[in-house]
C-alpha cells in the first residue's frame, strides 16, 4: 500500500509522455502537410522578399510626422532600387504595380495614394480627424472620408501605417505595436495643425477600427494621450477567425530557407495599386494579437467602469462578413458600452435576390441572430429590403432604450445583381475610379475592380474568384456620410466637393 501512491505517479507520468509524444507527431505532421501545401503555390518575387527598414514603435513615438514622413520617403526609394528596379522580364506585365511601366504602377498617377498625408480645411479648423486604413491596405481606403471631413472644416490626417503601401513583404516584419505608435503620432499631428481646442474624430477601418478603439481605451487611463470627442468604424476588426491565433505556426517552417514560402498564406499576381493581394502569415498573427489586446483591455475598462468616458462609437458592418467577426462586434464592443450615445448600422443580406434559393438558410434571419433584444443602450439601424418581393430598402431604427421600431424608407435601392455587402465594401462609393461599380473614370489607376464580370472556365485564372466575386463598392456609402455628418459642423460656403 505504501507504494501506491509512487506507482501512480509512475502510470501519470507515463500516459503524459505518451500524450506528449501523439500531440508532436500530430504537430509534426500538420507542419510536414503545411510545407507541403505551401510548396504548390507560385514561386516568391522581389516584393515578397524585401521588407524596408519600418520604424519601431520606440522610434515611431520620438519622431515628428514630418520625420515620420522622411523616413517613408527614404523606405519607398528603397523599394525601387530592391524590387522595381530587379524586376526580371517574365515580372514585367501589364498590371504589375511593381514595373515602372504597367498600368497600374502607382507612382504614375498624379498622387500616389499609399503614402501618408494630411488634408488642410479652407480656414480655421474646426476639428481634427485621424483616419486609419486597414489590413494590407493603404491611406487610399480612407481617402474619400477624410475630403468629407476637409469640408467640413476639419484637418485630416491620414497615417500609412508600418508596413503597408510599398511590397507584401513589408508585412513579414512587423508588429502591431507600431501601427498603434503610428496612431498616436497621427493624433499628434492632428492636434498639432487644428489646436487642442477643437473635437478629436477617429475613425477606423477593419484594423484600422482596432486600432482607434484601442487608442481610445488606452486614453481613458493615460492623461498623456488626448481624449477623442467621436468613434467611427468601418467593419471593424473586433474579433478575427481562430485561426488567425495559430497562424504563427503555420509560418514556423519559414525559418529554414527552404521552405519560405510558409511564411505566406495566400502568394497572388500584385495588380491592385493601393492594396496587397498577397498575404504574409505575420500580418495574421499581428492582428490576432492586435484583437487580443483590445479585447482583454475592454474587459478590464468594464470592470473598472472606465467606459463611461468613452466617446459614442458610431460603427458601420455588413452582416456578410468572411474577414472579421460581426457577432465580435456586437458581443465585444457595443453589449459593453454604456449609454453614450452609440450607433449600430448593420447592412442585410438582399432578402430579394432572385436567387436566393442558393443562400444558406442562416443568413435570412442572422442579423436578429446577431442582435439581443430590445432595449439597448445603443441604437440600432438595420438597412433592408421592404419586404421580400421588392429591392426597395428601408432603416429599421430602434433607438437605444426603446423596444419599438422606427421604418423609414430609403431612396437607395438594393442592386438587383447584389446579394450581400462585404467587408470590403463599405469605404468606397459607387463612382470609385478603383473599386466603384459605376466609376467616374475607369481608367484614372489603370484598372477598375468593381466593374469586373468574368465568365469562363475554371481552373484559368491565377487568382482566387471569390476574390473578384467580392463587391468592391458601397450602394448605400452616401447614406453612411450622411449618417457621418450629423456628428460634424455644417460646410462653410463656398466650399468645393471633392
Known amino acids: 500500500m505504501a507504494n501506491l501512491p509512487w506507482r501512480m505517479s509512475l502510470r501519470l507520468l507515463s500516459a503524459l509522455k505518451k500524450a506528449a509524444l501523439v500531440v508532436g507527431i500530430l504537430l509534426a505532421v500538420l507542419l510536414a502537410v503545411r510545407v507541403y501545401v505551401s510548396q504548390q503555390g507560385p514561386a516568391l518575387q ?23 514622413q522622411a523616413q517613408e520617403q527614404r523606405i519607398f526609394r528603397d523599394m525601387q532600387r530592391e524590387v522595381t528596379a530587379k524586376l526580371t522580364p517574365e515580372t514585367r506585365t501589364p498590371i504589375n504595380r511593381y514595373w515602372g511601366q504597367s498600368l497600374v504602377w502607382p507612382e504614375k498617377f498624379s498622387h500616389n495614394w499609399n503614402h501618408s498625408f494630411v488634408l488642410m480645411p479652407t480656414g480655421e479648423p474646426k476639428g481634427a480627424v485621424v483616419l486609419l486604413h486597414g489590413l494590407t491596405d493603404s491611406p487610399y481606403s480612407v481617402k474619400r472620408l477624410a475630403q468629407n471631413y476637409q469640408q467640413h472644416g476639419f484637418v485630416a490626417v491620414v497615417p500609412r501605417l508600418p508596413g503597408h503601401g510599398t511590397a507584401p513583404g513589408a508585412l513579414t516584419n512587423v508588429k502591431w505595436e507600431a501601427w498603434l505608435a503610428a ?156 449609454a453614450n450615445g452609440s450607433e449600430l448600422v448593420i447592412v442585410d443580406i438582399n432578402q430579394a435576390a432572385s436567387f436566393r434559393p442558393l443562400f444558406r438558410p442562416s443568413t435570412y434571419d442572422a442579423v436578429n441572430a446577431l442582435l439581443p433584444p430590445a432595449p439597448r443602450r445603443y441604437t440600432t439601424t438595420v438597412i433592408t429590403n421592404a419586404s421580400p418581393a421588392t429591392l426597395e430598402t428601408v432603416a429599421r431604427t430602434t433607438v437605444a432604450g426603446e423596444q419599438s421600431e422606427r421604418v423609414s424608407p430609403m431612396a437607395i435601392p438594393y442592386p438587383a445583381d447584389l446579394f450581400s455587402l462585404s467587408h470590403v465594401a463599405i469605404p468606397f462609393p459607387p463612382t470609385d475610379d478603383l473599386y466603384g461599380s459605376q466609376p467616374l473614370n475607369p481608367r484614372r489607376y489603370g484598372i477598375n475592380l468593381g466593374t469586373l464580370s468574368l465568365r469562363g472556365e475554371t481552373s484559368v485564372l491565377v487568382v482566387n474568384m471569390d476574390s473578384l466575386m467580392r463587391v468592391t463598392s458601397n450602394p448605400f456609402f452616401d447614406d453612411m456620410v450622411r449618417r457621418i455628418n450629423q456628428h460634424l459642423p455644417p460646410i462653410p460656403p463656398g466650399t468645393d466637393k471633392p
Open 46 to 68: 522581389p516584393w515578397h522578399t524585401w521588407h524596408g527598414e519600418e520604424m519601431s514603435a520606440r522610434e515611431i513615438d520620438k519622431v515628428s510626422f514630418a520625420e515620420y
Open 183 to 338: 496612431t498616436r503620432l497621427a493624433v499628434r499631428e492632428a492636434t498639432r495643425l487644428a489646436g487642442d481646442n477643437v473635437p478629436l474624430h477617429l475613425v477606423g477601418y477593419s484594423n484600422g477600427g482596432a486600432l482607434a478603439m484601442k487608442y481610445a481605451l488606452d486614453a481613458l487611463s493615460d492623461p498623456a494621450l488626448r481624449h477623442p470627442q467621436q468613434i467611427v468604424l468601418l467593419s471593424p476588426m473586433m474579433g478575427v477567425t481562430a485561426f488567425a491565433r495559430f497562424a504563427g505556426l503555420a509560418g514556423l517552417p519559414a525559418r529554414l530557407p527552404a521552405f519560405a514560402k510558409s511564411a505566406w498564406l495566400n502568394i497572388s499576381p500584385e495588380y491592385n495599386p493601393f492594396k496587397y493581394n498577397s498575404f504574409p502569415v505575420n500580418a495574421a498573427r499581428q492582428s490576432w494579437l492586435l484583437t487580443k489586446s483590445l479585447q482583454q483591455e475592454m474587459s478590464e475598462a468594464v470592470r473598472r467602469n472606465q467606459l463611461k468616458g468613452l466617446a459614442p462609437v458610431l460603427t458601420f458592418q455588413s452582416i456578410m462578413d468572411s474577414t472579421v467577426s460581426a457577432r465580435a462586434v456586437v458581443n465585444t464592443l457595443y453589449n459593453a458600452l454604456p
